[in-house]
């Protein structure tokens, strides 16, 4: 007999394939969000006092409908092969990726090319970190099974974005016209939560007969420290 989990989370019309979205964030403490408060004990769900805390009635809507990591281990404590780590579920001493800023093993398998393969339409968007020291790195080359990954970025914690006719970039800029971290100006448009979920959203909305596979990688809240 097949495990309960399994079984509870198996189609009733195995014919159908599920529609999946993968959320990820940077930095991010899992008590800012209240999917995840309500299932620990006051003492650690406010950990910062009851005042400190912001609600998150959309993200907790996606997740009472879904699913959340409840145990849940970081293959590594380090940015890029933590990430290798996810997509492949591979150690990170066999996806080439060992440490921050080196790329992914070619050719090795990932959770978007074995779902492509599957029949799935897949897409990324935000921060990738796992295609060598490019930054920002627009759409690399190397898609791993993300066949729509037009606003993928190999890495940096832009606050800003915004399409041109050219393509997408980082819209803050210094003095110099370098892209620039800076978040003043930032609105609900071009901050980059913002920016990236709408390009999901884009995606998922996109009318298809295939069932679709995004990842919704957001670069914040990592330092400097914006949400």
């Not at 993968?22 to 969000?33: A, S």
């Not at 380090?78 to 591979?90: I, M």
């Not at 029949?119 to 921060?127: H, L």
């Not at 393509?167 to 901050?191: I, L, N």
Request: with cysteine; proline share 8%.
């Amino acid at each position: 007999m097949d495990n309960p989990a399994v079984e509870a989370a198996r189609p009733v019309d195995e014919s159908v394939l599920p529609n999946l979205l993968i959320i990820q964030t940077d930095e991010h403490n899992f008590r800012t969000l209240g999917c995840y408060r309500k299932l620990l004990a006051a003492e650690e769900a406010f950990v910062w006092g009851r005042r400190a805390i912001v609600t998150t009635p959309n993200i907790d809507s996606i997740a009472s409908a879904g699913a959340i990591c409840t145990s849940f281990y970081a293959a590594s404590p380090v940015c890029s092969p933590s990430r290798a780590s996810l997509l492949t579920g591979l150690y990170p001493h066999n996806t080439g990726v060992p440490t921050n800023n080196m790329e992914l093993k070619h050719g090795v398998p990932t959770l978007a090319t074995v779902l492509s393969d599957a029949g799935y339409r897949t897409g990324y968007a935000g921060k990738w970190h796992l295609d060598g020291v490019g930054k920002p790195q627009w759409a690399p080359k190397r898609k791993f099974g993300f066949v729509d990954n037009r606003y993928m970025f190999n890495r940096g914690h832009w606050k800003q974005f915004e399409i041109t006719p050219n393509g997408p970039r980082v819209k803050a800029m210094d003095k110099k016209g370098r892209p620039s971290y800076a978040v003043g100006g930032a609105d609900e448009e071009s901050f980059s939560t913002d920016w990236l979920t709408d390009r999901a959203l884009e995606f998922i909305a996109n009318p298809s007969d295939k069932p679709f596979f995004y990842f919704l990688s957001l670069p914040d809240p990592h330092g400097p420290n914006t949400a």
